[in-house]
């Protein structure tokens, strides 16, 4: 007889890469200077990364963690490796935060889901984090958990909307997956969230935090550290030269101890973002070079500029 012809099942998009297991998320960082684990150091320094074009799913979490350029996460993780390491020590005195901003066709509310998530930043503190390596793999790791335990409440409707867009779209396929999910949607759906690496809890020394514009969202995350002017540097080609802005003379004149950079991801800043920073009093515009380089290449560049006006 006839074989009937194998349809491959629609699939969630895969969230933890192979081989990845608990325990190598509950692996500590190492100490800096032989500090005891969970020393608490304060902030000076703050890197502020604009994330453009950042979905729903992929804010969530749901992201491969084999395949990083969807969504552009590897850039998040290049950000965070970039923030926090020194060849052998981390910045035990930084904090990086990611600022998730939606696509402009989800910025318009069209639902108390995608209102909640309008600007969601992830906020990673070098002296609380654990796990984290310099490597891609391993920051996605963490942030994934991180960002799927801020969304468990929704991450069922989420992933249902994942898999919907991936199935088959003929009218046999539909038909199936509407009957099969009519019977067990609510049972499947709390065992996949039960599943992922977000419901293992949250990961110690990572925050993320929504808020419902972008206006909030930059004047709570740009004020973490203080507004003494010059205290905020935005790097933009058009600004003042790093060095000349972070003159050790003029730096002793503005009594700037904590430091805040913003830059953009591979979208640069928008005009609305622009706008918003520069209403701030200790906003100060940089620039590293004329050549326009790699968002973690800035925060390299921009760490030891400051490094070398502190000496």
Known sequence: ????AHRPRARIPRVCPAGGSEEALHQTAPLANGAEGGARVRATRHVVVLCHDVSAQTAAGLFSVSNLLQGRVDVWCRCVTASLYLSDDLRRDTVVSLVLSPPDEESVDDGARRDARKTRVVTVRGDAVE???????RVALLLQRATQHASLSELGELGREAKAAAAVSDARGTERTEKKSARNAERRRAGWVARRPGSAGPVPGIAVTDYPTTETCLNAVLGSLGDVPGSILLL????VPVAEALDPKETKKKCADATTFVLGDAAGITAVERELLMRRDGVL???LGPNVLLASHCIVLAHAALDNARE
């Open 1 to 4: 007889g006839s074989r009937r």
């Open 131 to 137: 796990g984290l390596a310099p490597a891609e793999s």
């Open 236 to 239: 933009d080609a058009a600004g």
């Open 285 to 287: 515009t940089v620039t």
